[in-house]
């Protein structure tokens, strides 16, 4: 009796492990069918893929060849990835993708080579992300909140975001929002004894933020075939860390306020050239990043 027991565990396992590899074969099959590959890398074909429906565009890069995702950050082919884009936009924040469904993803070009102002050698490339495109009189977009709480860490994190993304004629706008806030306390205790030595230390921390993101980009098209777009990103950031210590008696207290304010621009011009694919492209970049920080001691 025991060892049919064991025999049926077996079968039991060797049925779950086929069965995962049949479906991450059928996931690999799905992507290779819209793939089409070049000399700079390849370009994948996603409207209406199933690995795009219920998932952020976050976790559908990580579905795609040669592209993995660790500590926040993706790589090609092992290297950090140098630049990814959305509809020609660069992303300083990539937390802007968590608020982009992968149902809205048309298609998404991997190139192998590093930006023009990376090190090849150390970059793994460039990722650029191109939107689908609503209908005329049309919009599409997403709505999400998140909150967690840790009560034995005193840990505390709330959000709410968003992204729209409409079209008029040939006008179209897209809009990507977030804000939040965090909080975090931390205790501590700590004794030191010793040949007439005793010292009782205890250190309270505590830090609570406030998180603003608000991207803007508008896009012309005209009957030329010409495009001209903009986009306005504004990012607010407001830590206030304080600190709280005793040693027998002795106390000390420190305390911050942040404000961190980043800024950024793009203004981009293409015209095609020819019919084959030929196009000139202008872009200009702006970015302003303003830091102020005030911190005071008491002891």
Request: net charge negative.
């Amino acid at each position: 009796m025991l060892a049919r027991y064991y025999t049926l565990i077996l079968l039991l396992a060797s049925a779950t492990i086929y069965a995962q590899s049949h479906h991450e074969l059928q996931e690999v099959t799905v992507i290779a069918s819209r793939t089409t590959n070049n000399a700079e890398g390849y370009t994948t074909n996603l409207r209406g893929s199933d690995i795009a429906k219920g998932k952020p565009a976050v976790d559908v890069l990580g579905f795609l060849p040669n592209i993995s995702r660790e500590n926040g950050n993706f790589k090609i082919n092992g290297l950090a990835a140098s630049e990814i884009y959305v509809d020609g936009v660069k992303l300083s924040d990539l937390s802007e993708l968590n608020n982009i469904p992968g149902e809205m993803i048309d298609k998404v070009q991997v190139k192998y080579l590093a930006g023009s102002d990376q090190n090849a050698s150390l970059s793994g490339g460039t990722i650029m992300i191109t939107l689908r495109r609503p209908p005329e009189g049309g919009y599409y977009g997403s709505i999400s909140a998140n909150a967690d709480w840790y009560r034995s860490c005193g840990f505390g994190n709330e959000g709410i975001g968003g992204m729209i993304n409409y079209r008029y004629k040939g006008l179209s706008v897209y809009d990507n929002l977030y804000a939040g806030a965090t909080r975090v306390e931390d205790n501590s205790e700590q004794t030191m004894t010793g040949d007439n030595l005793h010292t009782f230390l205890t250190e309270s921390s505590k830090s609570h933020g406030f998180d603003f993101r608000n991207r803007l980009s508008l896009t012309q098209q005209f009957n030329s075939g010409a495009q001209l777009g903009g986009s306005y990103l504004v990012s607010l950031y407001r830590p206030r860390p304080s600190s709280v210590s005793d040693n027998d008696g002795l106390t000390s207290e420190v305390s911050s306020r942040e404000n961190v304010v980043l800024q950024e621009g793009t203004l981009r011009f293409l015209q095609p050239l020819s019919s084959r694919g030929s196009r000139m492209e202008l872009t200009a970049d702006y970015l302003n990043r303003h830091s102020r920080n005030n911190s005071s001691y008491f002891m």
